[in-house]
C-alpha cells in the first residue's frame, strides 16, 4: 500500500446538513458522540495499510484542520501523514474548487511530488468499515485504469445514485448520474454477474456507485488535464472515460450509509444504539476507528435509568431518564430530565462550578440540560445552554422550520438547536 495516495473529499458547504455545519466542515460533524465524521476513512485507510492521506475542503475548515492535528500524529519510524488541503487562489486557479474533480485537479501538483502508482479517492461523508486493500487488489487483478466501488440497491433509493451498467466481466459499459423514470429502469442489470444470489438480484436490480475511485495516477492526470471543463467525477469523469479506458467495478456488499442530510445523520447516528447488533459497530478490534484523544474522566451516573443509547466520557447524569439516544462528550444532564430518540453531541468543555451557579439575576443559564426538560427526536449541537423545564419535543408535528434567531431548525420533523445555543427556562418547542 505504499504505491498509494489516498485523497478524501470533503465535500462543498454541507447545504443538506445545515446548521450542523454552520461552523464547521462537513467532515468535521461529530459523530457517535466521541468521533468526527471524516474518523471513518481516515480510520479505513490506516487499516488498510494506507498512510499519505490528503484531506480537500474549502469551507470552515479551522475545526477540521485543528481535529487532524490533534488525532493522527504518525511516528517518525512511518512515511505517512494526514493533512487539510484548503482551496486556495493559485495564477492558474483563481476561483474556489468547483466540483470533486476539480479540487484534485488544482493540487496534483503537490500530489505528483509522490512516487505512487495509484490515487485512491475517498469521500468525507459516508458511515461504512472497508479493507481498501481488497479494492486495490481488484483493480491490479483487472488491468482496469479505474475502478469504482459499488453497492446494489433497490428500485425505490436507486434515483438518488450514480448507476451503471457492466458486461459480464464486470467492465461499466454505461453510467449515468441520478437518472429518473425510464432512464432509471434502463439501468437495471442482473446483479448475479457480482455474486448476489437469485433472489438478492431479483430485490437489488441496480448498481450504484459509492463515490469511491481508485485511479491509475497517469490516467488521472490525463482525464483531468485534457478538459479542465470536467469538474466532478461523477458528472463529467467518470462517464467520459467509458469509451477510452476499462473501468471495472468492486462489489462491497455490506453497510455503508451516505450521510448527507439531516434525516439520514441522525439515523445513522441512532441505528448505533440497536441490540443485539447495530449494523454497524465501532467495537471491531480488529478494524477499529480512531479519533481524537481527549483524557476524559469516566461517566457518572447518578441515580439514572439508561437504555438502548451511548454514553461517551467525561459526561455526568443526575436523576434522569435516557432512552435510546446518543450522549456526546461531557454532556451534563440534571434531575428529572427525559431524553429519548435523541443526539446529544456534548460540550469542548466544562463550566467552572462558580460560573454554573451564577446569581440568578443575572438570567445565566449554564451548560447543558436543566432540571425536568424534556427532549425527543432532536440533535442538540454542542455547548447548548438548555434551561429548566423546557420541552423540545416538536409538538405541532412541524417538518421544516427556521428559527435560527430561536436557537433551532427543524429539519424532516426532526428539531435542531444549533451550536452555542441558548434556551431559556420554561421554552416548548
Excluded at 454552520?22 to 485507510?45: E, F, H, Q, T, W
Excluded at 466501488?149 to 438518488?160: D, G, R
Excluded at 423546557?390 to 424532516?412: C, H, P
Aim: net charge negative; aromatic share 10%.
Amino acid at each position: 500500500m505504499k504505491r498509494v495516495l489516498g485523497v478524501i473529499l470533503g465535500g462543498g458547504a454541507g447545504t443538506r446538513l445545515y446548521p450542523l455545519t454552520k461552523l464547521r466542515a462537513k467532515p468535521a460533524v461529530p459523530l457517535a458522540g466521541k468521533y468526527r465524521l471524516i474518523d471513518i476513512p481516515v480510520s479505513n485507510c490506516i487499516n488498510s495499510e494506507i498512510h499519505k492521506i490528503y484531506v480537500l475542503t474549502q469551507f470552515n475548515s479551522a475545526s477540521l484542520n485543528r481535529h487532524i492535528n490533534r488525532a493522527y500524529a504518525f511516528s517518525g519510524f512511518v512515511d505517512g501523514f494526514v493533512e487539510v488541503l484548503a482551496a486556495q487562489q493559485t495564477p492558474d486557479n483563481p476561483g474556489w474548487f468547483q466540483g470533486t474533480a476539480d479540487a484534485v485537479r488544482q493540487y496534483l501538483w503537490l500530489f505528483d511530488t509522490w512516487d505512487v502508482d495509484y490515487y485512491l479517492i475517498l469521500s468525507g461523508d459516508h458511515l461504512y468499515r472497508m479493507d481498501y486493500r481488497d479494492f486495490i487488489a481488484r483493480h491490479q487483478q483487472t488491468g482496469a485504469d479505474i475502478t469504482l466501488s459499488v453497492i446494489p440497491v433497490e428500485e425505490k433509493p436507486a434515483s438518488a445514485f450514480g448507476l451503471m451498467k457492466i458486461d459480464e466481466t464486470g467492465q461499466v459499459v454505461a453510467f449515468r448520474e441520478k437518472p429518473k423514470g425510464e432512464a432509471l429502469r434502463e439501468m437495471r442489470v442482473d446483479t448475479t454477474v457480482l455474486g448476489l444470489s437469485p433472489a438478492e438480484a431479483q430485490q437489488k436490480p441496480y448498481i450504484a456507485s459509492m463515490g469511491i475511485y481508485v485511479f491509475n495516477k497517469d490516467i488521472l492526470r490525463k482525464l483531468l488535464q485534457e478538459d479542465t471543463n470536467r469538474t466532478d467525477f461523477g458528472k463529467e469523469v467518470i462517464p467520459t472515460a467509458i469509451e477510452e479506458y476499462k473501468i471495472q467495478v468492486y462489489l462491497f456488499n455490506d453497510y455503508w450509509e451516505d450521510i448527507g442530510t439531516i434525516e439520514s445523520f441522525y439515523e445513522a447516528n441512532l441505528g448505533l444504539t440497536k441490540q443485539p447488533n447495530p449494523q454497524f459497530s465501532f467495537y471491531d478490534e480488529t478494524a477499529p476507528i480512531y479519533t481524537r484523544p481527549r483524557y476524559l474522566p469516566p461517566s457518572k451516573l447518578l441515580d439514572c435509568e439508561i437504555s438502548e443509547s451511548l454514553i461517551s466520557d467525561g459526561c455526568i447524569l443526575k436523576n434522569c431518564r435516557v432512552r435510546h439516544s446518543v450522549l456526546g462528550v461531557r454532556s451534563r444532564i440534571q434531575a428529572g430530565c427525559v431524553i429519548e430518540d435523541t443526539l446529544l453531541m456534548g460540550s469542548d468543555f466544562y463550566e467552572p462550578y462558580e460560573q454554573r451557579f451564577a446569581e440568578p439575576s443575572l438570567n445565566h443559564i449554564p451548560l447543558g440540560i436543566g432540571e425536568n426538560t424534556v427532549i425527543r427526536r432532536s440533535i442538540v449541537d454542542k455547548n447548548a445552554r438548555i434551561g429548566k423545564d423546557v420541552q423540545i419535543i416538536n409538538k405541532d408535528w412541524v417538518q421544516e422550520a427556521d428559527r435560527e434567531t430561536l436557537g433551532f431548525y427543524i429539519r424532516s420533523g426532526i428539531v435542531v438547536v444549533i451550536k452555542n445555543a441558548t434556551i431559556p427556562d420554561g421554552t416548548v418547542i
